[in-house]
């Protein structure tokens, strides 16, 4: 397996999930256990990725504070730090510059894709088509939301329109933020300012011949959404995306996975990780749910896809379906939180309560 050198886009945000993100990188939010970069990480050590250059903007201390020993999923990290947002574009030069990459092919991949797609193949194809840089496409029922790419027979990129209009529910091959680039596309990337790899360096490389697309098999998802980032979640429980459960986690039934110094007290358990430490006390119902650790459900909880992060409470009699909890929450008696509901960190849902398809933050509705 040929060894790899990575830029993973970590700078951004995140304001498409807030509440969550305004006190945790995006990237530091958890997928099945395990941080949203480490399952970048994963997919990407899978593909011979030994070293990574993590591209920091937004609470950078957050990351070093995560991973002090600057290694995480057997890759080797390197953080580096955006003064000021330079774009997808001058963030893969800042950081091929500042790691000492520069004159070196990178995989690039932005810092909320979660996927199993094979890198190594990707690789292949871009070696055997011959170009500067080699976009992996995957294919999606709603383009709209997203970067189209047309190429021809011999995968050469025809035309690349970032999310275009007019295309709502009708599926494309779209750009799947995954990249391989050689020196000479790394190059055309203006410096000193910010710039879009995607309507700027890649209609460049494409204008001239340069750039090439090869489509990918397997799982993708684009985690930087409520909705996607829940998937991610349950999609994993599911066996959709195989990527691996957390270090300790022990099998407890079908479909159940349970990580150690947990009690549970004759609770109904289908398609569940159960974080360690956390207490699921009698008539408590969990489907289809990532329980994070240290989290205690009370008598008659409901909990069904769903999200809840480390150390969430959630009391006597409550319900939580299709939402995300943030971490240190509680969620009173008898409260509901439904249709994709978000709660940030550190927020008290009142007992009784009744919220549906709402985010809320430490300020209240949002």
């Known amino acids: 397996m040929t060894r790899l050198d990575a830029v993973v886009l970590a700078g ?179 410096q000193g300012r910010a710039v879009s790899i995607e309507r700027e360096v890649f209609p460049e490389l494409a204008s001239r011949g340069l750039l090439y697309a090869w489509t990918v098999r397997g799982y993708w998802v684009d985690a930087g959404t409520p909705s996607s980032y829940l998937a991610a979640n349950l999609d994993l429980l599911r066996g959709s995306l195989s990527l691996a459960l957390p270090a300790g986690a022990k099998p407890a039934g079908p479909g159940v996975w349970v990580l150690p110094e947990c009690r549970i007290d004759a609770a109904i358990l289908e398609q569940v990780l159960v974080g360690r430490g956390s207490q699921l006390q009698d008539r408590a119902r969990v489907e ?20 809840l992060m480390d150390g969430v409470v959630v009391e006597d009699g409550a319900v939580v379906e299709d939402s995300i909890v943030g971490p240190a929450v509680v969620v009173g008696r008898r409260a509901r939180l439904a249709e994709g509901s978000v709660v940030g960190g550190n927020v008290h849902v009142e007992a009784g309560s009744d919220f549906r398809g709402v985010c809320i933050g430490r300020q209240g509705l949002q």
């Open 12 to 190: 951004g945000e995140g304001t498409r999930l807030r509440p969550l993100t305004y006190d945790i990188p995006k990237q530091l939010l958890p997928v099945a256990g395990l941080t949203m970069l480490e399952r970048v990480l994963e997919s990407l050590a899978a593909g011979g990725v030994v070293d990574a250059v993590v591209s920091l903007g937004y609470l950078p201390t957050a990351f070093k504070e995560a991973f002090p020993e600057a290694r995480a999923a057997g890759v080797s990290l390197t953080y580096v730090v955006e003064d000021e947002p330079l774009g997808t574009g001058g963030a893969v030069a800042f950081a091929a510059r500042e790691a000492g990459l520069w004159g070196r092919r990178l995989v690039v991949r932005n810092g909320d894709v979660v996927t199993d797609m094979d890198l190594g193949l990707l690789v292949e194809a871009h070696e055997r088509m011959g170009g500067a840089a080699t976009i992996a496409l995957v294919e999606v029922e709603d383009a709209s939301r997203y970067g189209v790419v047309q190429t021809d027979p011999d995968g050469r990129v025809r035309s690349f329109v970032e999310k275009p209009v007019g295309l709502p529910g009708r599926s494309a091959c779209i750009n799947a933020g995954t990249y391989v680039m050689e020196p000479e596309a790394i190059s055309f990337i203006p």
């Open 288 to 307: 289809g749910a990532v329980i994070g650790s240290n989290c205690w459900l009370g008598s008659g909880v409901t909990v069904r896809r769903s999200v």
